[in-house]
Each structure stands twice: as structure tokens, then as C-alpha cells.
């Protein structure tokens, strides 16, 4: 039973102001990360788009968790949050960004996340109090 998945926290600076603030393109990068992660969205991608400087929020709910993105068009900047509960391959975040917004400075922290004590594999109870017996 796999108990280890990873997630990417991505900080993009540098990036085209126009481009952060449309929704198409936001759409494009989206798609593109769920297709060539194989990934499994489980509902339609909620989108947010705030008033001028129009920047975005987006989440889409996966079988594998979540992809948000968070654009600061005024900043020249977006981040973005995936968590996958499976491992995956790595993704070219820098090049993708780069593609799609004109990211000059991209950061990728990749992690590693464990979700499961090593060595247990079934729930173990939170109570620590002995259950009461009856006579």
C-alpha cells in the first residue's frame, strides 16, 4: 500500500501581468498539468476572478487531491499548490511557467509526503481511555 505522495509549492516572478489576469490562459496551464501528470479531476475546475488588477484563483479537486493557483497580476507573480497522494514524475515547472506567462523566476520546492507512520498499516485509535466494562 503506497503511504508516500509529493507535492510542489511553485512561486513564479517575472511573469506577464496581461497573462495572469486571463482566465484562457489560466484554463490552458491547467489542463496541460493535468494531462501530462495523468491526473484525475473529480469535479469542474473552480475559478475566481477578482477585480482590476483581475487577479486569479483556481482550484480543481483531484482523485490524487488538489492544483490551486493564486495569480498577483499587479506583482508579476502566481503560485501554485499540487498535492498528489501517489508519487509522481517530475514536471517542468520552470519551462511550463516560462511558456505560458513569461516567468522569468521560477522556484519549485518539491516535498515529499508521508501520511502513514512507517510499519502501520490499518487506523489506530486516537482514545488512550479503556473502554468500561460491564458486569
Not at 486571463?22 to 469535479?43: G, S
Not at 477578482?50 to 484563483?57: A, D, H, R, V, Y
Not at 513569461?102 to 489506530?124: D, F, I, K, P, W
Request: glycine share 6%; with cysteine.
Amino acid at each position: 500500500m503506497t503511504t508516500e505522495g509529493c507535492e510542489w509549492i511553485v512561486d513564479a516572478r517575472g511573469c506577464d501581468p496581461a497573462r495572469l489576469a486571463d482566465l484562457t490562459a489560466m484554463r490552458k496551464l491547467f489542463a496541460r498539468i493535468v494531462d501530462e501528470l495523468r491526473l484525475t479531476p473529480v469535479a469542474e475546475p473552480l475559478w475566481h476572478v477578482f477585480p482590476s488588477p483581475s487577479g486569479i484563483t483556481g482550484l480543481v479537486a483531484l482523485a490524487e487531491s488538489h492544483l490551486t493557483v493564486h495569480t498577483f497580476p499587479e506583482h508579476g507573480s502566481l503560485c501554485i499548490n499540487l498535492f498528489c497522494c501517489k508519487a509522481r514524475a517530475e514536471w517542468p515547472w520552470r519551462e511550463r511557467l516560462r511558456e505560458h506567462f513569461g516567468a522569468e523566476n521560477v522556484v519549485v520546492r518539491h516535498l515529499t509526503r508521508r501520511y502513514a507512520q512507517e510499519g502501520t498499516s490499518q487506523y489506530q485509535s486516537m482514545s488512550s481511555t479503556p473502554q468500561a466494562q460491564s458486569t
